[in-house]
C-alpha cells in the first residue's frame, strides 16, 4: 500500500520556500558520474507470502529451530501485512473499549461485523463481541448451559483440549458444579453418550479434537437433546471452518473456539481472541457483549450495545457472565484477515492447510518407527513414535526443527509419552517437511 502525505502542491509551497524549481533541483551539488540514471537491477516482485519464505531462510542463519510444526492449540499462519497496518490506526488502537457506545460507532460496526463472521462460520445465529480466548469462551458455555438447563453437571470429551477442561474445572469448582471428565480418547472411540443422564446441563466435545480426529456430532447432539441436555462445540483450529461441516449444522447449541489463526500471530504476547456463538433462543444467557444494528433519529444506520448483561451494568446476581471486556483488537485483527480473504479465500487456505498435512502424514507414515494414528484429520495429526516423545522433540530441536508437542506435556502421567502432536499449516513448504523428515530418521 503506497502512503503518499502529501499533495502536490505542498511540494510546490516547499520547493517556493526554499528556493528550488523542481525536487531534481535539490541534487544540484551531487556529482553527474554517482548520479544514478538507470532502473536498479533488482529482481521482479514477488507475493508477500515468497517475500517471507526469503526473509525467513536469511533469518535461519540466527535462529536454531526455525522449522516449526508446533499447534495443540495456537497455530502459525501467513497474516497479510495490511492487517496489522489497519489494525495500529489510531481511531482503532485507541478506542479499546465501547463504554458510550453513541461515540464510538466505529467499535461497534467493527464488532458487529465480527459477531456476523462468527455466527457464519459456526452456523449459528447469534455470536457475542468475543471473549478473552477460546478456554474462557469454552468454561463460560458450561455456565451458560447449567443457567438455561437449570442443572449443574458438565461432561467434558476425552478429546477436548486438556488446558480447555482444566479451565472447566476451575471456574465450575468454585461455582459449585460437578465436572465429569473422560479418559483421554487417542481414536476418537468414547461412547459419550452413555454418559447423558437426566443431570446432564452439556456435553462438551471438540473437533478437530486435540488429537487431531474430526468428529461427527450428530449423534451426540441427539443424544443431548433426547435427555434436555445441550450440546457445546468447541473449535481451536478456527481455519478448519473454511472446510469442515460446522458446528451448527450437526445440531450443536453452543459453539466456542479460538479465533487466533486469523489475524493473530503466535508472537503476539499473549492476547488471543475467544469465539462464542449460540441459538437465538438462549440470547439473554448468553456472556459477553452483543453489538446490534438500528437507526439513529434520522434514519441513518448506527451501532448500540444490544446485550450487555455483565456486573458491571446489572446486578451482579443478574449477570451472566464476570468477563468484564471482549478482546476488542483481537477481534478485529480477526475480522480484518478473514474479510480480506473472503468466502472463497478461506476455503482456499483450509484446502492448502490440510493438503500440507495431507503430505507431510504420507511422508511421516514411512519411516520406520513412528505411526500415524489418525483416519481423518485438518491440519493436525497424532504419531506414535519408537520413543519417549518429549526426549524425541528435543533431540529435534537440536537439529532445528521443532517436530511438535509432545502429548505427555497436556496430559502427564497419562501413559501417553510416546505420542506426538504435530501441524502442518500453509506456511511449511516441502522443504520444511524434508527437513523435518531427515531430522526425524536421524534421531529415531
Do not use: W
Not at 536469511?58 to 497479510?80: D, Q
Not at 487417542?186 to 478437530?208: G, H, L
Not at 532445528?400 to 502427564?412: E, F, K, M
Request: hydrophobic residues 45%.
Amino acid at each position: 500500500m503506497r502512503y503518499l502525505p502529501l499533495t502536490e502542491d505542498d511540494r510546490a509551497q516547499m520547493r517556493e520556500a526554499i528556493g528550488v524549481p523542481t525536487a531534481e533541483a535539490l541534487y544540484a551539488d551531487v556529482p553527474k558520474d554517482v548520479l544514478l540514471t538507470r532502473p536498479l537491477d533488482l529482481p521482479r516482485g514477488r507475493g508477500e507470502m515468497e517475500v517471507e519464505r526469503h526473509l525467513a531462510a536469511l533469518a535461519r542463519n540466527n535462529v536454531a529451530a526455525s522449522r516449526s510444526f508446533l499447534g495443540a492449540g495456537a497455530y502459525r499462519h501467513h497474516i497479510p501485512a495490511s492487517v496489522d497496518h489497519l489494525i495500529q490506526r489510531s481511531e482503532f488502537l485507541t478506542s479499546y473499549t465501547p463504554y458510550q457506545p453513541e461515540i464510538s460507532q466505529g467499535t461497534l460496526q467493527v464488532l458487529f461485523e465480527f459477531q456476523t463472521q462468527v455466527a457464519a462460520l459456526t452456523g449459528m445465529e447469534i455470536a457475542n463481541a468475543s471473549m478473552y480466548d477460546g478456554s474462557t469462551a469454552c468454561a463460560e458455555a458450561a455456565l451458560m448451559a447449567h443457567r438455561v438447563t437449570k442443572r449443574r453437571k458438565a461432561v467434558l470429551s476425552g478429546g477436548l483440549h486438556p488446558h480447555y477442561a482444566e479451565v472447566v474445572r476451575t471456574l465450575s469448582r468454585f461455582a459449585g458444579d460437578e465436572v465429569d471428565t473422560l479418559a483421554p480418547d487417542v481414536f476418537a472411540r468414547e461412547d459419550i453418550t452413555a454418559q447423558i443422564d437426566d443431570d446432564v446441563s452439556c456435553v462438551i466435545v471438540q473437533t478437530p479434537d486435540v488429537f487431531g480426529n474430526l468428529r461427527d456430532l450428530s449423534p451426540i447432539a441427539r443424544a443431548c437433546h433426547a435427555k434436555g441436555a445441550l450440546l457445546v462445540a468447541v473449535v481451536t483450529e478456527a481455519v478448519s471452518l473454511g472446510l469442515v461441516t460446522p458446528p451448527g449444522d450437526f445440531g450443536a447449541d453452543i459453539v466456542v473456539g479460538e479465533g487466533q489463526s486469523l489475524g493473530n500471530p503466535l508472537s503476539f504476547g499473549g492476547p488471543y481472541v475467544g469465539l462464542f456463538a449460540t441459538k437465538q433462543e438462549h440470547l439473554r444467557q448468553m456472556p459477553g457483549r452483543l453489538c446490534g444494528e438500528t437507526v439513529d433519529a434520522d434514519g441513518r444506520r448506527s451501532f448500540v450495545l444490544t446485550l450487555s448483561a455483565r456486573e458491571q451494568h446489572i446486578r451482579r446476581d443478574k449477570a451472566t457472565s464476570n468477563i468484564c471486556t471482549n478482546s476488542g483488537l483481537c477481534a478485529l485483527a480477526f475480522s480484518i484477515h478473514l474479510t480480506l480473504l473472503g468466502e472463497a479465500g478461506l476455503r482456499r487456505l483450509a484446502r492448502a492447510n490440510h493438503a500440507s498435512a495431507v503430505r507431510l502424514a504420507e511422508r511421516l507414515a514411512r519411516v520406520h518407527g513412528v505411526e500415524v494414528l489418525n483416519e481423518t484429520f485438518f491440519n493436525e495429526f497424532t504419531l506414535r513414535v519408537s520413543s519417549d516423545a518429549a526426549r524425541l522433540v528435543e533431540r529435534l530441536a537440536e537439529r532445528g526443527v521443532l517436530a511438535g508437542v509432545p502429548v505427555s506435556r497436556l496430559l502427564p502421567g497419562a501413559g501417553l509419552d510416546d505420542l506426538l502432536l504435530v501441524t502442518s499449516t500453509e506456511v511449511a513448504t516441502n522443504e520444511d517437511h524434508e527437513a523435518f523428515i531427515a531430522a526425524l530418521e536421524g534421531a529415531l
